[in-house]
C-alpha cells in the first residue's frame, strides 16, 4: 500500500459526458502527479500540482483539468468525453516539488463507451 | 528534451534464470532513474532508484547500476521466480533550475513472463 488513495477505482461512462476522479495524497505530501497510462501512449505525465498551485504541465489535453485543493486532495476533470479517453488513470504524490521518490496510487480505470 | 527507451517484450524467461531488462535515458541534465513495477491489476510500486553516476539502486534481488558513460540504467535480477511476471518500467525525473519537474519520463514498458 502507497498510502495514495484514488476513487472510484472503475468507471464506465458514455461519450460527451464528463467524469470526476479523486485522490488523496500521502499524508505529509505536498505534490501531486497525474498520468493517463493507455495500451497506445504508455504511461504518460499530466500534470503537477504543489501546495495547491500547478508546477508542470505535461500532455494534458484541454478537455481535461486538474486542481488540488488546501487539503492537498487533488480532482482530475475530464469532461466531452471520447471513446480514446478509455484508460487507466495514476495520481501519485511526493513530498516536495521535485528531487524525491514519487509514490502511485493503484489507479482508477475509466471505460468511455 | 528527456526520454527513456527500454526493450519491449514480452520477455519470456524460466524460472531461474538470470534476467536483464536493458534500458537507455536522454536527458539534459542529471537525472534520477527509476524501474518501477506494475503487478497485473494494480498501480506502479517503486521498485530500486538511483540518484548519481556509479549508484547501485537494488531490492528484492534486483540491481540497476546508473552508467553515465553510456547513460544507462539497466535492470538484472541472477535467479527470477514466477512471482516476477510483471510489466517493468524504466523512468527519469530531471530537477529544473526553477526548482519545478514535469514528474517521471517512463519508457513504455517491458512485460516480463516468467515459466515454472
Known amino acids: 500500500d502507497s498510502g495514495v488513495t484514488q476513487t472510484p477505482k472503475h468507471l464506465i461512462t458514455a461519450t460527451g459526458q464528463r467524469v470526476t476522479l479523486r485522490c488523496s495524497p500521502r499524508?505529509?505530501?505536498?505534490?501531486v502527479y497525474w498520468y493517463q497510462q493507455s495500451l497506445d501512449q504508455g504511461l504518460q505525465f499530466l500534470i503537477q500540482y504543489y501546495n495547491g498551485e500547478e508546477r508542470a504541465k505535461g500532455n494534458i489535453l484541454e478537455r481535461f483539468s486538474a486542481q488540488q485543493f488546501p487539503d492537498l486532495h487533488s480532482e482530475l476533470n475530464l469532461s466531452s468525453l471520447e471513446l480514446g479517453d478509455s484508460a487507466l488513470y495514476f495520481c501519485?504524490?511526493?513530498?516536495?516539488?521535485?528531487?524525491?521518490?514519487?509514490?502511485f496510487g493503484e489507479g482508477s480505470w475509466l471505460t468511455v463507451v | 528534451g528527456n526520454s527513456v527507451t527500454q526493450m519491449e517484450g514480452p520477455v519470456t524467461l524460466s524460472e531461474e534464470a538470470f534476467l536483464t531488462i536493458n534500458c537507455t535515458y536522454t536527458a539534459t541534465g542529471y537525472p534520477s532513474l527509476f524501474w518501477y513495477v506494475q503487478y497485473p491489476g494494480e498501480g506502479l510500486q517503486l521498485l530500486l532508484k538511483?540518484?548519481?553516476?556509479?549508484d547501485k539502486g537494488s531490492n528484492k534481488g534486483f540491481e540497476a547500476t546508473y552508467r553515465k558513460e553510456t547513460t544507462s540504467f539497466h535492470l538484472e535480477k541472477g535467479s527470477v521466480q514466477v512471482s516476477d511476471s510483471a510489466v517493468y518500467f524504466c523512468a527519469l525525473s530531471e530537477e529544473y533550475s526553477g526548482g519545478g519537474a514535469d514528474g517521471l519520463t517512463f519508457g513504455k514498458g517491458t512485460h516480463l513472463i516468467i515459466q515454472p
Open positions: 538511483a540518484t548519481k553516476a556509479d
Open positions: 499524508s505529509g505530501d505536498l505534490s
Open positions: 501519485a504524490s511526493s513530498p516536495q516539488v521535485s528531487g524525491n521518490t514519487i509514490y
